[in-house]
C-alpha cells in the first residue's frame, strides 16, 4: 500500500473476504480480533505508567483529558462520559477533546483532523496547566489535530501520552511521558481502524481508567461503591452492594442509604464504624476517600 504505517497494511488472511460467505467473514473477523488481547497485554508496563500518571494528576487536582480525531476522539469521549455515571466522579475530571467538536460525534467531520493550530486551540480552551495528564490518541501516529495538542499541552507543562498502533518512531517516545503502542497489525478491511485498533483503543482506555479510579479509592473490594444513587436502578445496586458487603436485608439497606443520602461508600462507612453521616464524610475525606484504609477503624469499632 505504499505506506510504511502498520494500520494502512494490507492483511494476508483476508486478501480474499470479499469471495467468501457471511460466516466465513465473521470467522474471519473472530480470528482476528481475538489479537487485540495479547497485544494490549503486551504493553502493560506502559498502560501501568498512564495510570500512574493519571493518579497523580487527580491527586494534585488535575484532569486526565483524551484528544483524538474520528474513532479515536469518539472512543475517549465514550469513556470518558461514563466516568460519573460508574465512579461519581465530577464530569470535569475525565474529559474527551474530538476534532470537529460536538458535531463529529454524530457525523465525519472531513478534514477536522488535519490542522494542529485547531489542537492547541482546544488545548487552550480547556486551560490546560502543569496538573493536567493529555492522551493523544491516534491509531496511525500521524494525525495533526493531536500533534498540536499534544504540543501545546506540553508548553503548558502538562503530562503527555501517546496512544498509537503502529511502532512509535524514537522521537515520538522521546517528546512523552509514556507512549502506548498495542501493535494490533492490518485491519481485516485495510485501514478500517475502527475495528482491531479501534477495539485494543477501547480496552487501553477503560484499563487506564478503571485501574485509576480503584487506586484513588473509588472501588472497595470489587465494588463501585462511589457511586451516587439516582435513578431506580443505582437505587437497587446501592442496596445490594450494602446487603451483600455489610450482611443487612433490604429495608436496612434501603433506610441506610437513605441515611446517608444517596451515597453509597458514605452509607458503608456509617455502619462500619458506627457514625453519622457528617462524621462518616469527615472520616472518608482524611484519608483521601479510600474506604480501605479505614478497615484498622473498622475492625477497632466491631470490638
Not at 169 to 186: F, Q, Y
Not at 243 to 249: D, F, K, P, R, S
Not at 280 to 297: F, T
Request: proline share 5%.
Amino acid at each position: 500500500m505504499l505506506d510504511d504505517r502498520l494500520t494502512e497494511q494490507r492483511n494476508p488472511r483476508s486478501a480474499a473476504i470479499d469471495r467468501l460467505s457471511s460466516l466465513e467473514i465473521v470467522r474471519v473477523i473472530n480470528a482476528e480480533d481475538a489479537r487485540v488481547a495479547a497485544a494490549v497485554g503486551g504493553e502493560a508496563e506502559a498502560i501501568a505508567r498512564a495510570v500512574d500518571l493519571a493518579l497523580a494528576a487527580f491527586r494534585d487536582g488535575g484532569r486526565l483529558i483524551y484528544v483524538g480525531a474520528g474513532t479515536s476522539g469518539r472512543l475517549g469521549v465514550l469513556d470518558s462520559t461514563e466516568m460519573p455515571p460508574t465512579y461519581g466522579t465530577d464530569p470535569g475530571m475525565v474529559q474527551g477533546v474530538i476534532a470537529g467538536g460536538f458535531a463529529a460525534l454524530v457525523r465525519a467531520q472531513e478534514g477536522a483532523e488535519d490542522h494542529p493550530a485547531d489542537g492547541a486551540a482546544a488545548m487552550d480552551e480547556k486551560g490546560v496547566g502543569p496538573e493536567d495528564f493529555v492522551i493523544g490518541i491516534a491509531t496511525s501516529g500521524t494525525t495533526p489535530y493531536v500533534h498540536g495538542a499534544l504540543a501545546r499541552a506540553r508548553e503548558k507543562g502538562a503530562w503527555t501520552g501517546f496512544l498509537l498502533c503502529t511502532p512509535p518512531p524514537p522521537a515520538l517516545v522521546e517528546e512523552h511521558d509514556v507512549v502506548i503502542a498495542p501493535l494490533t497489525g492490518p485491519e481485516v478491511i485495510t485501514g478500517s481502524t475502527r475495528m482491531k485498533a479501534g477495539t485494543a483503543t477501547k480496552m487501553v482506555l477503560n484499563t487506564i481508567t478503571t485501574a485509576a479510579m480503584v487506586r484513588f479509592g473509588k472501588v472497595d473490594g470489587n465494588l463501585m461503591v462511589d457511586l451516587q444513587v439516582t435513578c431506580a436502578k443505582l437505587q437497587d445496586r446501592g442496596e445490594r452492594i450494602l446487603m451483600v458487603t455489610l450482611g443487612i436485608g433490604r429495608p436496612e439497606a434501603h433506610e441506610l442509604l437513605a441515611r446517608a443520602g444517596g451515597h453509597v461508600k458514605t452509607a458503608l462507612v456509617m455502619h462500619r464504624l458506627r457514625l453519622d453521616a457528617e462524621a462518616a464524610r469527615a472520616a472518608l475525606k482524611g484519608v483521601g476517600g479510600v474506604i480501605s484504609a479505614l478497615d484498622g477503624g473498622a475492625q477497632e469499632a466491631k470490638v
